[in-house]
C-alpha cells in the first residue's frame, strides 16, 4: 500500500512528465497566457486530488487531457467566453500544408484568416464543438461528454458550423471571380 510520501512522489514525477502537455492542451483553446497558468494548475490540482485514482488508470496521458480539456470547458462556461483559436492551429491541424510557393503561401494565410475569423462569430457551442473536432481529433461521443450535451446535438452542431463555412467560403470565392 502507498503512503502519502509515495503519493506526492508519484504526483511530482507526474507533474514534471506532464506539465508541457497540459501547458499545450490549454494554449489550444485559449491565448491570455495568465488564465492558460490558472487552468493549468486548477488541472493539477484536480490530478493530485485525484492521485489514487490516477495510479491506477491505464492511460494516463488519455486521463490527464480529459482533465486539461475538462478545466477548459468550464472556464468557457464559468466566464461565458468564447474560445479563441490561435492561426497557427488552424494551419497545422486543419488547412492543407503550405507549400514553398510565396503565392500559395499568401493565398493560404489568407484562408487560415477567413477561417479564424469564422470561427470567432460563432456561437460558443458550436464554436466548442468545432474547436474539439478539429483541434483535438475528438470523436462526437467524447465531445458530447464533454459538453454535456447529446451526440446527435454534437454532430449537428459540428455539421452546422461547417455547412456555414462552406457557404461563406463559396459566396466570397464567386463575388471574387
Known sequence: ????????????????????????????????????K?????????IYLNIKKIKKVENID??????TVNEVMDHFRNSKAIP?????????????????????KALNRAGIER?????????????????????????FAEISRTLEISEVSARNL???AMKNFRDKYLRMERKNA
Open 115 to 139: 477561417f479564424s475569423d469564422y470561427l470567432s462569430t460563432l456561437p460558443l457551442k458550436r464554436r466548442s464543438v468545432v474547436s474539439l473536432r478539429i483541434f483535438e481529433d475528438q470523436s
Open 1 to 36: 500500500m502507498f503512503d502519502r510520501f509515495d503519493y506526492d512522489k508519484y504526483f511530482e514525477q507526474l507533474f514534471w512528465e506532464k506539465r508541457f502537455m497540459v501547458l499545450s492542451i490549454a494554449r489550444k483553446y485559449i491565448k491570455d497566457q495568465n488564465t492558460v
Open 62 to 67: 488519455g486521463y490527464i487531457h480529459r482533465i
Open 158 to 160: 459540428f455539421s452546422v
Open 84 to 104: 479563441s483559436v490561435s492561426i497557427d492551429d488552424i494551419s497545422e491541424h486543419f488547412l492543407p500544408d503550405r507549400s514553398e510557393n510565396t503565392e500559395a
Open 38 to 46: 490558472d487552468i493549468v494548475q486548477q488541472a493539477f490540482l484536480k
